[in-house]
């Protein structure tokens, strides 16, 4: 009989999994979708010298930003990394490795990787230091350069819901990145926030099937942060 891929708790779920000096893809786009209770046990389990691979690198306290408090990413592959005051100044400081990436760019590498396939050339980045070392091509007289798709040890990624098949359905702007990190992952972790039965999921609703997914981990109640809140006044009656 097949092993249960539901785990009770996301320390659980990371045992036996996460070691120093890993690659991991951690799926979200800004705090939108991120795998927050699997990034917290992540803190907790004092693994360091970590490449993540994400399209942000979250705020001081909250997302991959705790992961920074604590010294645990060595280099940060990332789209948009804005948000984040000590982000800032280990990179000034000479203290973290940076790797800047176009985010479709990263898209492509992350789903190209899940693939298999080891490269591709794009448009983007042609003229600027994104391609500066790299190899570059004429197609139709245009220029493009060649990009290395990304593979991640392990990765980490927030779904809405799954059955116990692994079968997933991710919401809205979620689902931008956090299906590329499943594919680009050797071990996939979900964070879920139901969990259904096997064959409950109409096949037509699921976003990523279960193939990709080994480990499962339910968290019925996320905080779900508002990175930036933008109101304007009330009008007056």
């Keep these: 009989m097949s092993r249960s ?3 009770s708790s996301a320390e659980e779920a990371l045992k036996g999994i996460v070691s120093d000096g890993q690659t991991l893809a951690i799926g979200g786009f800004g705090l939108c979708g991120i795998p927050e209770a699997l990034i917290e046990a992540l803190r ?36 948009y990394v804005g948000e984040n005051k000590e982000f800032e100044r280990q990179y000034l400081a000479d203290e973290l ?3 800047l990436t176009p985010q479709g760019t990263l898209a492509e590498k992350l ?7 080891p490269a591709f050339y794009t ?37 809405q819901k799954a059955d116990k098949a692994g079968n997933l359905i991710f919401n809205k ?5 956090n299906p590329d ?6 071990v996939t972790i979900v964070e879920v926030e139901e969990i259904v039965e096997t064959g409950t999921l109409d096949p037509d609703e699921v976003h990523l099937p279960g193939i990709f997914v080994q480990r499962i981990v339910l968290n019925d109640n996320p905080e779900k942060r508002i990175e930036k809140t933008t109101t304007k006044a009330a009008k007056s009656a």
């Design 5 to 7: 891929k539901v785990y």
């Design 44 to 79: 907790d389990s004092g693994v360091k010298d970590l490449t993540c691979i994400s399209n942000n690198a979250g705020v001081d306290d909250f997302g991959l930003g705790l992961l920074l408090q604590t010294r645990q990413i060595k280099k940060m592959i990332s789209s």
């Design 97 to 99: 490795e940076v790797e």
């Design 111 to 117: 789903r190209s990787g899940g693939a298999g396939i």
């Design 123 to 159: 448009a983007t980045g042609v003229g600027t230091l994104v391609a500066e070392g790299k190899e570059t091509r004429e197609f139709d007289g245009r220029t493009y350069v060649l990009e290395h798709s990304l593979r991640a040890d392990v990765a980490l990624i927030k779904a």
């Design 173 to 177: 702007t979620a689902r931008n990145f």
């Design 181 to 186: 990190c499943a594919m680009a992952g050797k």
